[in-house]
C-alpha cells in the first residue's frame, strides 16, 4: 500500500478557517491536497524508500510500529 498508492495526491480538502503552514497564509476556503506520494516516499522518513521492506514498520525492540506518515488512503476526515 505504501508502494502502489492508488491516490497519489487524496482527494481536495479547503481548511475551515484562516491558517499559517510553514510562514504561509492559508486563507479560509482553499482548496489543499497532499502530496501523498512524495510522503509514501520520502527516504528521510523510509529508509528503503523505493523497496518492499517489513523493517519499515519495527521499532528498535522488533515490534511493529505503524508510523504516522504512513498515510496510504490519503488525509482528512
Known sequence: ?????IAPFGLPHSNECDATFR???IPKGTFVQANVWA???DPKI???AD???PGNFLNEAGEVFIRPE???FATGE
Open 1 to 5: 500500500m505504501r508502494l502502489a498508492s
Open 23 to 25: 510562514g504561509y497564509t
Open 39 to 41: 510522503i509514501l516516499r
Open 46 to 48: 523510509w529508509p528503503s
Open 51 to 53: 523497496e518492499f521492506d
Open 70 to 72: 504512513f498515510i496510504p
